[in-house]
């Protein structure tokens, strides 16, 4: 079995401690790598009023900030033995940035792989930018 490294394990670890997740106690987290070897971890945050921030789009947040536009491989790992999925709006946040080779890796609450996907796997036929007009 393909196995994750360590230093992307612990980014994750690291980052699901930090979850800001008073109302459903989900922690996740999300890791972002560039093609140039970038990682960028994410963690979800709640809010009040339940409209929270997803760990993947935390990380992408800061991917963007540090002014990259491209995913090689996105990890993610929830809290428990089960898979975690990314939500509908963060496989689509994830399109935005992803190429064809692009893989997204989903790890156990313990840090196991469990399951690798394409971009076409995860979100088959996808709207992206290609389909909007030229600027």
């Known amino acids: 079995m393909e196995q994750v490294s360590e230093e992307i394990v612990q980014k994750l670890f690291s980052a699901r401690a930090n979850a800001y997740v008073p ?50 491989t996105v990890y993610v790992m929830g809290p428990a033995d089960h898979l975690c999925t990314p939500c509908g709006d963060c496989r689509q946040r994830i399109r935005e940035f992803a190429t064809p080779d692009t893989q997204i890796k989903v790890l156990s609450g313990s840090g196991e792989l469990m399951k690798t996907y394409t971009m076409e796997t995860l979100l088959p036929d996808a709207f992206g930018p290609e389909q909007l007009p030229p600027r």
């Open 23 to 72: 109302y459903s106690n989900h922690p996740v987290a999300s890791v972002m790598v560039t093609p140039d070897g970038q990682q960028f971890a994410g963690t979800n945050v709640e809010v009040a009023h339940y409209k929270g921030l997803c760990a993947e789009a935390s990380a992408i947040s800061a991917m963007v900030t540090a002014g990259q536009r491209q995913l090689e």
